[in-house]
């Protein structure tokens, strides 16, 4: 006897129609093959249903926000850096456009050493020129200017030291972002 069929249909998760139904219930009460065949299924379907449904750990919607959150950021993060290094580099392929359409790179590097050259004099004269007028400050004026540029530094100097202060503070923040979401 060929059991093909019946076995197809008592594995199949199509229902069957009244007909097929009833054939398979006629071939169940005489054929020992198809009735363990259809006991067996049914019971292994009974037992995959019936197992019990596995509760997501405590605190994994916590967990899978805050880690949600890290990837944002770290792809906000990412999404600048990418812009900042785009953008360098269309300055500099603009400016090798420019240099190259110009047609003149040595041009281009005489014009970029004389303007050096200009600058760092203007720079030097510059410096020449204010120490000869420092040097005719009285010193009292002096003095009270440098006691306030020590001030202004010392400003600066807390200003880093609390941004500096912040940013670690803000990467620790970060980090145990980073530490929850991994767990
Ligand atoms: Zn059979």
């Known amino acids: 006897m060929n059991h093909k ?3 197809r249909w008592i594995l ?3 229902p069957l129609n009244e007909e097929q139904q009833q054939i398979l219930d006629a071939h169940l009460l005489t ?6 065949l259809n006991h067996g ?3 292994s379907l009974k037992a995959i249903t019936a197992s019990p449904y596995i509760a997501p750990a ?3 919607s916590d967990r899978w926000q805050s880690k949600l959150r890290f990837e944002k ?3 906000s993060i990412v999404r600048m850096r990418v812009i900042l290094f785009s953008s360098i580099l269309l300055v500099l392929v603009s400016l090798l456009t420019y240099i190259v359409l110009s047609g003149s790179l040595g041009e281009f590097l005489a014009n970029l050493i004389t303007s050096s050259t200009h600058i760092l004099l203007f720079l030097t004269h ?4 204010l120490s000869n007028f420092i040097q005719e400050i009285p010193s009292l004026v002096r003095w009270s200017a440098g006691i306030f540029l020590v001030g202004v530094a010392n400003i600066f100097v807390i200003l880093l030291v609390v941004i500096l202060w912040k940013a670690k503070k803000n990467q620790e923040e970060w980090q145990e972002v980073r530490d929850y979401g991994e767990k």
């Open 31 to 36: 054929c020992e093959h198809c009735q363990k």
């Open 5 to 7: 069929q019946f076995e």
């Open 73 to 75: 950021k770290r792809r």
């Open 12 to 14: 199949d998760d199509s």
């Open 41 to 43: 299924w049914k019971n």
């Open 126 to 129: 510059g410096i020449a020129n």
């Open 58 to 60: 405590a605190g994994f």
